[in-house]
């Protein structure tokens, strides 16, 4: 079985500034796929940003990046240049891929609550 | 297009009764998941349904079931409601193929029970 971990459970970081959240999961399947989630207040969980297990290249979505280190089995989150909107929970996930190669569940760590203050 | 939605938003019933949650993906999307998001106990796991069938089941007693109805929306039934089913359910839908793995949630129903 996966497990995800996130040992913070809160952040706290000022508007414009850089924050990473940590996440490090345990799993023995080599083909997988990573996933940051949001969960603003208003409580819709909100794609963030995806890593493939095979890709060594990090994924890049505008003002958030992650540093994904396979040996390590670790995947933060960068965020630059917060933004008070980006005040909200957020949950690493795993996911094995299905026996034919397709999505599957997802496994969360427990979250991380950030909050972006002026 | 329409994210996928969830109903009713709010949810209230006394223990031993049974609950419905109703759920409608993306267009286009074949997978459903169920997830239990309790205080204290983060995000779960529940059900997968894809093409009308359960892929696959999280550690939930037989009280909680499902289906999927041919145009791929779901609903997720708990029998013989307890307290501690009180949570937040959120519904995930996602397309199968290869190269597609996000999955997009829907608002979610708050289940309440007294």
């Known amino acids: 079985a996966q497990t995800v971990t996130q040992s913070q459970p809160e952040m706290s970081v000022q508007e414009a500034e850089t924050v990473t959240l940590s996440c490090t999961y345990d799993?023995?399947?080599?083909?997988?796929?990573l996933f940051w989630y949001k969960q603003p207040p208003s409580r819709q969980m909100i794609l963030v940003i995806r890593q493939e297990a095979y890709k060594q290249q990090n994924a890049t979505e505008n003002r958030f990046s992650v540093n994904f280190q396979k040996a390590a089995k670790s995947f933060s989150l960068k965020i630059s240049d917060s933004q008070l909107g980006d005040t909200a929970m957020y949950f690493c996930?795993?996911?094995?891929?299905?026996?034919?190669?397709?999505?599957?569940?997802?496994?969360f760590g427990t979250g991380t609550r950030l909050q972006v203050t002026l | 297009e329409a994210g996928v939605t969830q109903s009713p938003t709010h949810l209230i019933k006394t223990r031993g009764q049974q609950a419905t949650l109703r759920c409608s993906p993306i267009s286009g999307h074949t997978s459903v998941y169920w997830y239990q998001q309790a205080l204290g106990l983060g995000l779960q796991f529940l059900l997968w349904y894809d093409e009308g069938e359960e892929r696959n089941r999280g550690n939930f007693p037989p009280r909680f079931s499902g289906r999927q109805f041919p145009n791929y929306s779901s609903e997720l039934n708990v029998n013989a409601l307890e307290l501690e089913d009180s949570a937040l359910y959120l519904c995930?839908?996602?397309?199968?193929?290869?190269?597609?793995?996000?999955?997009?949630f829907g608002p979610g129903t708050r289940l309440t029970v007294t």
């Open positions: 799993t023995s399947e080599s083909n997988y796929y």
């Open positions: 996930a795993f996911m094995k891929l299905s026996n034919t190669g397709t999505a599957s569940k997802l496994t």
């Open positions: 995930a839908s996602s397309l199968q193929g290869w190269g597609v793995y996000e999955q997009y």
